[in-house]
């Protein structure tokens, strides 16, 4: 068994980058999955579930991945981890990239992204203790002492909400708000940069998601992380995100500050999101501008721009040219041809 310091030492915090280096660059970022057909199992096609996505998080920073079910929020979140391997693009991790490195290579990289999952139930270990498994990245990267260890797992359950003496519990005995905590302490074991949330708040009740958001953004002024944070409620989105991307089936659509996604959205499937978004007033009504038809099939997707098919406003050359994002204002870009 290796030695633990040989293992900390192999593990130590990469670098930190040069001032104005985003934590997170991702560039031209594809993930296409093989459908294998026949005894030989050959590639009859592809699911394109990610196709080209380019966006950067800074130091500090909250980025909203918003849009609709199967668009590809997860897999990009899972893939900018290495969780899942892409299939060309770029991601740069404080500079370095780290798209192709070898596993023993990015285990430095590990400890600066964490994930939280949806499901706070079924991300936990059953047959641990919920102090084993916060600990369990500590242990993994030979960090600290077994007592070392045990103070730090206690001093993350008072940070997110929890009693210290509740380590010894498994995760049947807590609440869905209270294993969601227990995932973000697992997530900051480590001190991590980078914190993707995929969907964190989605399984819990209301009262217990603005809890949840709220002891994210404090931890984030606190720490500084940045966050990835994937959704597809917009309300919780414009809450906690400083910026925000729109994706739709596979590419981004539109890119924005939060203020100008929510008083300015220019691509017309940003507006239909923005119109089903409920106002918490029974005496104003919203205009919603329901969509037509079903997402297309990530299998065979649209020629042009992905969107023509529901879309209330395209033309002729929508169907054919896929368009290219233009920069409408610092910050703002939209993949529209009626931009």
């Known amino acids: 068994m290796p030695d633990a310091t040989a293992i900390a030492e192999e593990t130590a915090p990469v670098d930190a980058p040069a001032a104005g280096t985003p934590v997170l660059e991702v560039e031209g970022l594809k993930k296409h999955y093989p459908i294998r057909k026949g005894l030989l199992r050959r590639a009859a096609g592809y699911v394109y579930a990610v196709d080209g996505v380019d966006f950067s998080i800074g130091p500090g920073e909250t980025l909203g991945l918003v849009g609709e079910s199967g668009c590809g929020k997860t897999t990009v979140g899972r893939t900018v981890m290495r969780l899942i391997e892409p299939t060309a693009g770029s991601i740069r991790l404080k500079g370095k990239d780290i798209t192709r490195l070898p596993k023993d290579e990015m285990r430095p990289y590990r400890r600066e992204m964490q994930i939280i999952f949806q499901d706070p139930y079924s991300s936990l270990n059953p047959r641990m203790t919920v102090g084993d498994i916060v600990g369990e990245p500590l242990l993994v990267h030979g960090i600290g002492s077994r007592k070392e260890r045990e103070e730090r ?17 498994y995760p049947h005995e807590f609440s869905g708000g209270q294993r969601q905590r227990i995932g973000i302490a697992r997530a900051l074991a480590l001190d991590p940069s980078l914190i993707i949330g995929d969907e964190p708040v989605s399984a819990l009740d209301v009262s217990i998601q603005a809890q949840v958001i709220n002891l994210l953004m404090d931890l984030q002024e606190e720490k500084k992380l940045s966050y990835l944070f994937i959704a597809h409620d917009l309300a919780v989105v414009e809450h906690i995100s400083h910026r925000i991307a729109v994706m739709y089936l596979g590419r981004l659509v539109e890119f924005a500050d939060t203020r100008t996604i929510f008083t300015s959205p220019q691509h017309p499937y940003t507006e239909a999101l923005l119109s089903a978004v409920p106002i918490p007033d029974p005496r104003r009504k919203r205009n919603k501008r329901i969509l037509q038809g079903d997402v297309p099939s990530p299998v065979r997707p649209p020629p042009g721009c992905h969107f023509h098919t529901r879309c209330p406003y395209a033309e002729e050359r929508c169907r054919t040219e896929a368009p290219i994002p233009k920069r409408l204002s610092p910050g703002h870009v939209v993949a529209c041809h009626l931009r």
């Open 153 to 169: 797992v206690a001093a993350l359950f008072d940070r997110v909400g929890l009693r210290s003496a509740q380590m010894r519990n």
